[in-house]
């Protein structure tokens, strides 16, 4: 079975100061590893993913993520928050499997606030 | 490219009745089909998976015979809720997936509200 656990489900930064979202995954075999962001009343996008090539992984808006499986860590980073960064972001994992399935299994989430 | 569509994005009906919401890759073939719910403030729970031309595989605590879902093309599945009453009222969302070019990597639908009254 996979899990994901997000640590703060409420994280408030500055406009201009580093953003760190917390995940920890829970896999029995390897995993992908998901970030998502929601805005209000709307469906997911795929910020990045990381699928066993590098470790460090680089999406889009400026974040990135980096594997680590000692810790069983991935957590997301963006050196510089933007206003318009503020939303939902969720982790997800799901496992490494060929054909049918691959199965998400999602975070809790975290509500990320930018302020002035 | 990978663009999934939703329809309704909003709904309201009376308890009782049953509303239908409708998922499709508008770009490329989806060979599978995923159905979410989510509630206020909180995450995704899958609700089932659907691969197209065969019935679909429910999680556990999920109703089949009041979440009936359908994918019958490649380009189109659809979640009827059937007597819909007011605890089904969630946002719903689907995701598809194609296992060839794209890999395995799921594009979100825009989510559908459901409000029953």
């Known amino acids: 079975a996979q899990s994901v656990t997000q640590l703060g489900s409420h994280v408030s930064v500055s406009e201009g100061a580093l953003v760190l979202l917390r995940c920890n995954y829970s896999?029995?075999?390897?995993?992908?590893l998901f970030w998502y962001v929601q805005y209000p009343n709307q469906g997911l996008q795929l910020l990045l993913k990381?699928?066993?090539?590098?470790?460090l992984v680089k999406g889009i808006n400026g974040f990135e993520a980096e594997f680590k499986k000692s810790e069983t860590s991935f957590h997301l980073t963006k050196p510089s928050a933007h206003m318009s960064d503020a939303a939902e972001y969720f982790c997800a994992v799901s496992d490494i499997v060929t054909g049918g399935g691959n199965k998400l299994t999602f975070g809790t989430g975290t509500q990320l606030k930018v302020e002035l | 490219g990978a663009v999934v569509s939703q329809h309704p994005s909003r709904v309201i009906c009376k308890s009782g009745t049953s509303v239908k919401i409708e998922c499709r890759s508008l770009d490329f073939q989806a060979t599978t089909m995923f159905w979410y719910r989510q509630f206020p403030k909180q995450s995704l729970m899958l609700m089932a998976t659907?691969?197209?031309?065969?019935?679909?595989?429910?999680e556990q605590g999920v109703e089949k015979d009041k979440f009936l879902i359908n994918h019958a093309s490649l380009t189109l599945s659809t979640l009827t809720v059937t007597s819909a009453h007011p605890e089904d009222s969630s946002f719903y969302i689907c995701s598809a997936r194609d296992g060839g070019v794209m890999g395995n990597e799921q594009f979100f639908g825009p989510g559908t509200r459901l409000t029953v009254l």
């Open positions: 896999s029995s075999v390897p995993p992908y």
């Open positions: 659907s691969n197209e031309g065969s019935k679909a595989t429910y």
């Open positions: 990381y699928t066993s090539a590098a470790t």
